[in-house]
């Protein structure tokens, strides 16, 4: 069982900036990849960016590549994304997630979510 609290969120100005973390209680966090995932109003849940399970490797969406960079820290059992340049249309709740697998990281159907943290970017 993956047990996952992501932190960071809250209200920014269009052009600012925020970092998302996301705290794993999970044995062998090194051995998983991570995902950050985004759901806005109404809208179904969608991926942000990847990364490996050494962090040597990193995957993002095209709506966010360039902006937003995300990174780990295995010590610490924690994910990181950095969001620089956001756009009111970034607004959403972002989660994170774990996957066996680099590669599966964007397409698993994943069976459990926390509880995220709000990100709301005013114009």
């Known amino acids: 069982q993956v047990q996952l609290v992501e932190s960071g969120g809250g209200l920014v100005q269009a052009g600012g900036c925020l970092r998302l973390?996301?705290?794993?209680?999970?044995?062998?966090?090194?051995?998983?990849?991570m995902g950050w995932f985004l759901q806005a109003p109404g809208k179904e849940r969608e991926f942000v960016a990847a990364?490996?399970?050494?962090?040597?490797?990193?995957y993002y969406a095209d709506s966010v590549k360039g902006r937003f960079t995300i990174s780990r820290d295995n010590a610490k059992n924690t994910v990181y994304l950095q969001m620089n340049s956001l756009k009111p249309e970034d607004t959403a709740v972002y989660y994170c997630?774990?996957?066996?697998?680099?590669?599966?990281?964007?397409?698993?159907?994943?069976?459990?979510w926390g509880q995220g943290t709000q990100v709301t970017v005013s114009s």
């Open positions: 997630n774990a996957a066996h697998r680099f590669a599966l990281v964007a397409t698993t159907v994943f069976r459990s």
């Open positions: 973390s996301c705290a794993a209680s999970v044995r062998s966090f090194s051995t998983y990849a």
């Open positions: 990364i490996s399970e050494s962090g040597g490797t990193t």
